[in-house]
């Protein structure tokens, strides 16, 4: 066998260079991810995985030796895809789309550089550099509403078989001498995740067939959801042993770490189970697994000796990325895409009496308002003459950026305990109100026996949209051609009171919209509006 050929110095240099380039362009993405992101409890874990990415790489050296590096433009689809949603995600704000166009741009330049065998020599480190990416928010939420629900129905299920009376609304559990509220910390989210990421980890280095090795990570999401209902069912139990201590403090914390670990010793058992059924042995003799036992021959050569600037400059593939990033970086940070666009009339001014209701303006905490970063907003109870309320509430951004966006009530609400019963669209129209048809989103919700109807949607230059993904490419669209992500959420609640019926407060709801709608134009700016001086 050849000795391992030395890797190629300047291609890393070339790297590296490459790698500062892009922590340029996303000096302020990271320090979002690292400062606010990771600072979730939700995504503590995520600071270990560019460690065990590292790690991986680390495994993976001879292998990634061995491979040769073999210039290829087939990594610029990759790099060409990060950056296009490098734009979309810096102009309409969201930084999902940035943490990804990172990781696309990142393997882009380096399957350019190194070529596809090195890239695949260390494809699963690079896959698992994904997990230190949170969700989007719109995915989290549901995905953690649909855990505490069945959490919840789980929880109680188990609590009944143990002979205890307990009973379920929504994600609170009522067992007689106290009610349990299942939020947001007790989804299981928390630990889904983690086992997701254990449980791809201990397949990689499962060395056996491909199924049993998918059958393991699969496992990890049943097994995730199973052991979070027992431990809220244990949490209820010995609630009416010792009291409210059981569901809050060092017990809370350390049954969450009790069933995470108990969670992996069940994967570990699956594992040894795994072992024992064909055909675990011949998949070990054939040498299924991440890779060989011993890695193939190195290249004589990384690449044709060159010398001076031409060593520097090759291959072609590292120019063409200096370029393009280069651009990246300068447009991003020295064009201005957005100005700001001030409100037309403070929303203060909206008038307190309307027709028949009359007014009560509302203040929100100055921490909640720091948290939307909105530039202006007003919140009134307007009640009608027989005192039945809707709630109005309007928070404009003169312009939307990174983490300075609107905030979708389908995301804040279920966050606050609310279920979305029925939700779908809905059109207001008011002939004599003198506003053409617009369509809005409805909901009607539940939390804890209450009942409301809501109405939602979202405004820019006099467009109404009523999806978070038509708002990110509209303050996508109107970055790039208008130099303006001004916009507002609009929101209308009523209560559905005591016997009365859906029909009744659908149509107390619409009444007041036919008379508010008129008076938002006034306002929230329109098409064409007056720039910041």
């Not at 009610?179 to 990689?204: E, H, K, N, T, W």
């Not at 994967?267 to 055909?279: D, G, K, T, V, Y």
């Not at 031409?310 to 970086?329: H, K, N, R």
Request: charged fraction near 15%; proline fraction near 6%.
């Amino acid at each position: 066998m050849k000795a391992p050929t030395r890797i190629n110095a300047t291609r890393w240099g070339q790297l590296g260079f490459l790698a500062l380039l892009l922590i340029g362009i996303y000096y302020s993405t990271y320090r979002w991810l690292i400062g606010q992101d990771w600072s979730r409890e939700d995504y503590s874990y995520s600071f270990l995985v560019p460690f065990i990415a590292l790690y991986l790489i680390w495994d993976r050296r001879k292998w990634l030796q061995a491979a040769g590096s073999t210039p290829s433009w087939l990594g610029f689809l990759p790099f060409a895809a990060g950056i296009v949603l490098f734009w979309l995600g810096e102009l309409g704000g969201e930084f999902f789309s940035l943490y990804v166009s990172s990781w696309l741009m990142a393997v882009g330049f380096f399957w350019m550089l190194q070529g596809w065998a090195r890239v695949r020599a260390i494809w699963f480190a690079l896959f698992m550099l994904l997990a230190m990416f949170p969700l989007p928010h719109f995915l989290y939420d549901k995905i953690a509403v649909q855990l505490k629900l069945i959490s919840s129905r789980l929880g109680v299920a188990i609590i009944q078989m143990y002979g205890m009376p307990a009973f379920r609304e929504g994600n609170i559990i009522d067992l007689g001498f106290t009610r349990l509220q299942v939020v947001d910390a007790c989804s299981g989210l928390r630990y889904l995740i983690p086992l997701i990421i254990l449980s791809l980890l201990l397949a990689y280095f499962y060395r056996t067939v491909w199924w049993k090795r998918v059958l393991v990570v699969a496992s990890s999401i049943p097994l995730s959801i199973i052991t979070n209902g027992l431990r809220i069912a244990l949490t209820g139990i010995l609630y009416s042993m010792w009291g409210a201590k059981v569901a809050e403090g060092f017990f809370h914390g350390f049954s969450g770490w009790f069933i995470f670990m108990f969670s992996l010793a069940i994967l570990l058992l699956e594992i040894a189970l795994l072992r024992l059924l064909p055909p675990d042995r011949a998949a070990k003799k054939a040498g299924q697994g991440p890779g060989p036992s011993e890695p193939p021959s190195p290249p004589d050569s990384d690449h044709p000796t060159r010398k001076g600037l031409a060593a520097i400059f090759s291959p072609v593939q590292f120019p063409v990325a200096v370029v393009l990033m280069a651009l990246t970086l300068i447009l991003s940070q020295g064009v201005e895409f957005r100005e700001k666009i001030p409100i037309s009339q403070p929303l203060n001014l909206m008038p307190l009496r309307i027709g028949d209701w009359t007014g009560v303006s509302q203040a929100m905490e100055p921490e909640i308002i720091d948290t939307l970063d909105l530039s202006d907003y007003i919140i009134i109870d307007y009640r009608n003459p027989e005192g039945q309320l809707v709630n109005f509430y309007t928070a404009y951004y003169e312009s939307q950026r990174k983490g300075e966006s609107i905030h979708s009530p389908a995301t804040c609400l279920p966050g606050s305990g609310w279920s979305f019963k029925d939700a779908g669209l809905q059109t207001l129209s008011s002939p004599n109100a003198g506003f053409k048809p617009i369509r809005v989103n409805r909901a009607f919700m539940e939390r804890s026996g209450s009942r409301e109807l809501v109405y939602y949607w979202f405004q820019m230059r006099g467009r109404v949209l009523t999806s978070t993904y038509q708002l990110k490419i509209f303050v996508f669209w109107n970055a790039l051609l208008h130099q303006r992500t001004d916009g507002a959420l609009v929101r209308l609640i009523t209560p559905v009171y005591g016997n009365e019926k859906l029909p009744q407060a659908e149509a107390r709801l619409e009444g007041f919209a036919a008379q508010i709608v008129p008076l938002l134009d006034q306002f929230l700016p329109g098409e064409q509006a007056a720039r910041k001086p």
